[in-house]
């Protein structure tokens, strides 16, 4: 089996990768300076040209924010850009997983979202995400959807490195306290995403950490397991504004992995402790 892995510097697609790697399977990763993912004729021919079996799609435009005002280049990458990959796909037969998120829900209630619930972008980046699903539903038969949410690796920036750095700056850090989601270790999402691709269990799932908690939540617990002692005052939303709304319920049901007969991902807390061994382990800040 071939699989080419797309947004290979980033954390996702970096441990994916690895994991590639450690299951001697064929693979390549690549990122901007491979292709273009907003060029369908380089899409197309880099494709075409590897022929894979299977497309990891893991590269996307993750600036939640900068979203809001740059519009255009968001959806042609979320959007057009998978519309690409999925073209490509197609001509060689390969089978697709594109990586979506739980902002393509309203973010509304208290209930974990399941596959089948209803579809509501509040956001630039959760509506580009949205099309990318669209591109994949549309016009493949072969496909997987795992939508995702809160990651973190040991590639790139995430909010327990920001975390770990204001709790050493600090004393006190305010967090908002009324967002619920589940923190997601792209280690181990990134096992499962290898995993599925090697099977025909195609569909939508959803894919975190196990259990549920807010961002002070995850925050009290970086700096407990960090042995940090700066204080997390939780705040409202309504006290924290950002350019992009942000969904109160991140929660996710994971159903649809035990119907597929996939294993669920351990829990937040388990993951995060064995991050920060790795973060400490290799000397990482």
Request: proline content about 4%.
């Amino acid at each position: 089996m071939r699989i080419l892995v797309t947004g290979v510097n980033g954390q996702l697609g970096h441990d994916v990768v690895r994991h590639l790697k450690e299951l001697g399977i064929e693979h390549r990763g690549v990122d901007m300076a491979d292709f273009d993912l907003t060029d369908e004729t380089e899409v197309m021919s880099y494709v075409t040209e590897y022929a894979p079996d299977a497309i990891i799609h893991c590269a996307a435009y993750t600036a939640v924010d900068k979203a809001e005002t740059d519009v255009v280049n968001c959806m042609r990458v979320n959007g057009a850009g998978t519309l690409y990959l999925v073209r490509a796909a197609t001509a060689v037969d390969a089978s697709l997983l594109y990586v979506s998120t739980d902002y393509v829900f309203d973010g509304q209630g208290d209930q974990p979202f399941e596959t089948t619930s209803t579809l509501g972008p509040q956001n630039v980046y959760g509506l580009s995400k949205l099309q990318g699903e669209y591109a994949v539903k549309g016009q493949m038969k072969r496909f997987f959807i795992v939508r995702t949410s809160w990651v973190y690796g040991l590639n790139g920036k995430n909010f327990v490195k920001t975390m770990r750095r204001l709790g050493r700056e600090k004393n006190r850090l305010n967090v908002v306290c009324d967002q619920i989601g589940s923190p997601t270790f792209s280690d181990d999402l990134a096992v499962l995403l290898c995993q599925m691709i090697q099977t025909q269990q195609y569909g939508i799932y959803h894919a975190t950490n196990e259990g549920f908690c807010s961002w002070a939540e995850f925050a009290e617990e970086i700096m407990l397991t960090s042995h940090l002692k700066c204080e997390i005052n939780p705040v409202p939303t309504s006290e924290y504004p950002t350019p992009a709304r942000r969904p109160l319920n991140s929660r996710m049901s994971k159903n649809s992995l035990e119907r597929a007969g996939f294993a669920r991902l351990p829990s937040w807390e388990d993951a995060l402790h064995r991050y920060i061994q790795q973060l400490q382990q290799e000397g990482v800040e």
